[in-house]
Antibody
Framework: EVQLVESGGGLVQPGGSLRLSCAASGFSFSNYWMNWVRQAPGKGLEWVANIKEDGSDKYYVDSVKGRFTISRDNAKNSLLLQMNSLRAEDTAVYYC?????????????WGQGTLVTVSS | EIVMTQSPATLSVSPGERATLSCRASQSVGSNLAWYQQKPGQAPRLLIYGASTRATGIPGRFSGSGSGTEFSLTISSLQSEDFAVYYCQQYKSWPYTFGPGTKVDIK
């Protein structure tokens, strides 16, 4: 059974830091790009960052560039998101996701999400 | 950045009726478009990729069409479990962007 389990969310003051983790199991984690997608309360979805299989390529949405760092540990099947200089507008549920397809398979794997609240 | 728009914002439909949702991209994304369904308190679920290919396990009543900048998702006969929010998303170029969503609710 595929599982993605996020942790590390919580309440943090503006300007503070949090580190989100995602533990993956049940699929070949090291073979796929991984992603962080967020959703502010009552709002739509935003693709925040993604990282190549070996960690050599990373992309970030402009609003988090220079503040967030995505990384992965393939030996531990884990995905990380280091979030610094947090702002109120970063308040959201953060999902870890692996979504993709080939000629023979489709991956649509999401965690349950972890809530990050940035507030004083 | 490619901006995605969706219409209508809310669609009220009776069970058994047909629903058509629209999505527009600010520039061509070819067929690099996906549709997701999201229910309250749940993660999104991939329905369609490549603009028209159903993901694994997605019922045949869901169909996608379009290319370039204009896309649609059709639910041929709405079932109770289909009442949800639907998002389109382009993956032609980074940053991948979602539309604001269409909420399909019960008429």
């Amino acid at each position: 059974e595929v599982q993605l389990v996020e942790s590390g969310g919580g309440l943090v003051q503006p300007g503070g830091s949090l580190r989100l983790s995602c533990a993956a199991s049940g699929f070949s984690f090291s073979n796929y790009w991984m992603n962080w997608v967020r959703q502010a309360p009552g709002k739509g979805l935003e693709w925040v960052a993604n990282i190549k299989e070996d960690g050599s390529d990373k992309y970030y949405v402009d609003s988090v560039k220079g503040r967030f760092t995505i990384s992965r540990d393939n030996a531990k099947n884990s995905l990380l998101l280091q979030m610094n200089s947090l702002r109120a507008e970063d308040t959201a549920v953060y999902y870890c996701a692996s979504v993709g397809w080939s000629a023979s398979t489709v991956r649509d794997y999401w965690g349950q999400g972890t809530l990050v609240t940035v507030s004083s | 950045e490619i901006v995605m728009t969706q219409s209508p914002a809310t669609l009220s439909v009776s069970p058994g009726e047909r629903a058509t949702l629209s999505c527009r991209a600010s520039q061509s994304v070819g067929s690099n478009l996906a549709w997701y369904q999201q229910k309250p308190g749940q993660a999104p679920r991939l329905l369609i990729y490549g603009a028209s290919t159903r993901a694994t396990g997605i019922p045949g009543r869901f169909s996608g069409s379009g290319s370039g900048t204009e896309f649609s998702l059709t639910i041929s006969s709405l079932q109770s479990e289909d009442f949800a929010v639907y998002y389109c998303q382009q993956y032609k170029s980074w940053p991948y962007t979602f539309g604001p969503g269409t909420k399909v609710d019960i008429k």
